[in-house]
């Protein structure tokens, strides 16, 4: 009964390291979009929190203004960021959605 067990717990495990291993990959090409100024700033973030662009509108650079561009810069990223990671435990909710995950088996 324990080995049947044993067996269970260890398809399991494959099952969702396999998986995991999927949505890992996946992460790295599904992007989402931080936003700022009212979209005078852009930022593309992939689901591992990582920056791949920025985009700055001309019309926000002002030389006797930088210090309002990099409030606008960080504000985009944070915002870029926080959307990757919302969107990356969403998907980790699914993936293991039902699974009876003991503590410590990741």
Known sequence: MQ?????KMQKMQ????HSMGQMQEELETITVEGTAGQGMVKTVVNGHGQV???????????????EMLEDLV????KDGIEKSKSMSQDKMSKLTAGLPLPPGLF
């Not at 080995?3 to 067996?7: D, H, I, P, W």
């Open 3 to 7: 080995r049947e067990l044993m067996r």
């Open 14 to 17: 494959e099952k969702l390291t």
């Open 52 to 66: 791949m662009s920025i985009k700055i509108d001309p019309k926000v650079v002002d030389p006797e203004d930088v």
């Open 74 to 77: 960080l504000t985009a990223v």
